[in-house]
C-alpha cells in the first residue's frame, strides 16, 4: 500500500486535556481505526528553540517522545482533520512510503 508515515514528536510533560500528549495520539489513532502506532521513548533531545530536553533518574517530565505511524492518505487525512478539530499543536513529520506485510496470513 501507498501511505505515509507520521511522526510526531513532544514531550512526556506535553498534555492535552487531562492526558499526556503522546498517550492521546496513540488513543485517537486506535479510534479512528488506524492499524498501529508506536510511542517511543528517547534520552535526550532539542527542540526548534535549540533547548535540550532529557530523561534524567529522578524527573522525565521532559523527557523527549516520538508517536510514529504507517497510514493510508485517507487515514492520514482523517488524523490531522482530528487534529484541527481538537486545536492540538505538536511538531510532526510526513513523509511517503510504501507499507504491508510479508508472508502468508
Known sequence: MQGYQ?????QQDRRH????????LLEEARRLGLRGATLTTADEGYGHAGRIHSSHFFEQ??????????????EADRLFARLREENVRVFYVKTPIEFGMTGDA
Open 61 to 74: 517530565a521532559d523527557q523527549p517522545l516520538e508517536v510514529t505511524m504507517a497510514v493510508t492518505t485517507d
Open 17 to 24: 486535556g487531562c492526558t499526556p500528549l503522546g498517550e492521546w
Open 6 to 10: 507520521l511522526t510526531f514528536f513532544t
